[in-house]
């Protein structure tokens, strides 16, 4: 039986003082969880040591919204997975649309990422998704098969099971748009049908694959229930102690 994992991606907001505010009121509402359901944030860099010692005492985790690929070095502006283990993260997002589409992320950095964050026994929440024209053009499912395949590439059997995949379909990331239930379950069928194939059903059966893109309060019941649905990647409603810690107890009542 998987458990269902609920990840805020606060994005670039929320410095150290604002982050303290937001982690004090998530606290005071949310900070014992139901033990079938994960919960996670991950803030900005500045913010990740705030979050860990505001979160120390509570079930709440902590993790980043990236990491580079080497190990240490000459790379102005970049953070290594040993500084995210160190700091105490335990997760981190690779490959969000955002950097493909901002910061020249590519298939092959979120492979290079991902073996990394495992190396660094951090869990990598691989993003995948189509935008509006992939989508209308029918070239979905293939490019998101691709997109799994190539982040998977060279990551062996055991540590498959310590990856999350997102499914964020660009098109609904921040626009108020959902996916419908029935599209979400349909691509994470999809996605957890191209990890059968790559390795193994056990091994398929056994990865998180959550859904992101608009998820609030109002919709995360309908879309949580999908059976292959399980959690959610979370912006926006993230950054709102009462909406995050909303969608937790919807969680905590379908696990
Ligand atoms: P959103 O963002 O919930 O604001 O749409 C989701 C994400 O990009 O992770």
Partial sequence: MR?????????MNCGPYDAAELLEGLKAKKS??????????CPPFVSIGMAVKYL???DIQVGAQNLHFEENGAFTGE??????????CNYVIIGHSERRQYFGETDETVNQRTKKALEHKLAPIICVGESLSQRKADEHYDLVKDQITNALNGVSAEEVLDI?????????????????PE???????????????????????SINILYGGSMKPANAQELLSQADVDGG????????????????TIAEELA
């Fill in 164 to 180: 999350v995949i997102a499914y964020e379909p660009i098109w609904a990331i921040g626009t108020g748009e959902t996916a419908s």
């Fill in 233 to 248: 990647l979370i912006g926006g409603a993230s950054l709102d102690a009462d909406s995050f810690s909303e969608i937790i």
């Fill in 56 to 58: 120390y005492d509570t």
């Fill in 3 to 11: 458990r269902l994992l609920i990840a805020g991606n606060w994005k």
């Fill in 32 to 41: 014992e969880v139901n033990e079938n359901v994960d919960v996670l944030v």
């Fill in 183 to 205: 599209q979400a379950q349909e691509m994470h069928e999809h996605i957890r049908n191209v990890v059968a194939n790559l390795y193994s059903q056990d091994a398929a059966d």
């Fill in 79 to 88: 953070i290594s997975g040993s500084m995210l283990t160190e700091s105490g």
